[in-house]
């Protein structure tokens, strides 16, 4: 009982420091984002669109992409500058997934540090404070169906398609499947892990995998008003919630109670709670203290 009340501590102090220690923020012209080759990145007010630009390959997962996107994740949960990151590909291809001629032609220890470097991305993807939204057009195949389930939110449109087809060609989506299985039900999952058929959108919404399915000419505004509600939320609460949300799944339901009652005890004296309050009680849009002291230094 007692870890999971020092957890808990330990995850408030990290977001009053987050709060409390204005750190020195790089816009996105930092040297490293000029130097990728296979994303692009804007921001829009609090939100960061990052786009796969591997087209020629149907926007698959090399090694040379997946370095640039977690450094990238990594860089913008550092300067704390956005609320959410879009995750998005193109009109026909979200992500096919890891390429097999790379894989075909790399050793098995040059595949073994292929995937463990699509690990070290999957950590980075849970462990920002930003919300991670997959904005999905066309197909998520293997490795792109991975990215689309360890998101934290999905909105697809309805032409969109998933598979996770590796078995077609003597491959088990082993690593896909991690994640899959942990969005949608057992039996599905396992039905397409097994057939490597592809799952249109409307199912990829009824199992669970996506949160919302729209006509492909509406992805741009539904996406647009999914990011409106979640930016008018205080970044360091949205931190702290998503931190917190991923480890109680792992626990028991009384485990699970118990450090969600000690996170949401520290919580109510953060001062975004306490400005949150406040402007509840005086019918008022808070202001959150960390966007208030950046307004000020910037």
């Known amino acids: 009982m007692m870890q999971y009340v020092k957890i808990a501590h330990f995850y408030l102090l990290t977001e009053i ?7 020195v923020r790089n816009r996105f012209h930092h040297k490293r984002r000029n130097e990728m080759e296979l994303l692009s990145v804007s921001q829009k007010d609090e939100v960061a669109f990052v786009t796969f630009e591997n087209m020629k390959e149907f926007n698959t997962l090399t090694l040379q992409l997946i370095e640039e996107l ?26 096919a997934g890891h390429s097999l001629r790379e894989i075909h032609e790399s050793n098995q220890q040059e595949v073994h540090h292929l995937f463990r470097t699509c690990y070290n991305l999957m950590r980075t993807v849970r462990e920002i404070p930003q919300v991670v939204v997959a904005k999905v057009r066309g197909v998520a195949v293997a490795a792109g169906t991975q990215v689309v389930a360890i998101c934290d939110l999905a909105i ?4 969109a398609r998933f598979a996770v087809p590796g078995i077609n060609s003597g491959l088990f989506c082993s690593t896909p499947g991690v994640f899959l299985s942990r969005n949608i039900g057992r039996k599905k999952a396992a039905e397409l892990l097994f057939t490597g058929n592809l799952m249109p959108a409307d199912d ?7 949160n919302k399915v729209v006509p492909s000419e509406q992805l741009d505004e539904a996406t647009d008003e999914l990011l409106a509600d979640i930016t008018k939320q205080s970044l360091n609460i949205i931190g702290l919630g998503k931190r917190m949300f991923y480890e109680q799944l792992q626990m028991n339901d009384f485990d699970a109670l118990s450090y969600a009652t000690e996170i949401i005890s520290a919580n109510t004296k953060h001062p975004d709670a306490i400005e949150g309050i406040n402007a509840f009680f005086e019918k008022r849009t808070p202001n959150w203290p ?3 002291v950046k307004a000020t230094i910037e």
């Open 17 to 23: 420091l987050n709060f409390s220690i204005m750190r």
């Open 70 to 95: 977690d450094t990238l994740l990594q860089d913008i949960a550092a300067n704390r500058e956005v609320k959410v990151v879009v995750l998005q590909g193109s009109a026909k291809a979200f992500s």
């Open 156 to 159: 697809a449109s309805d032409d």
């Open 204 to 210: 990829a919404l009824q199992h669970g995998l996506v």
């Open 290 to 292: 960390d966007e208030t």
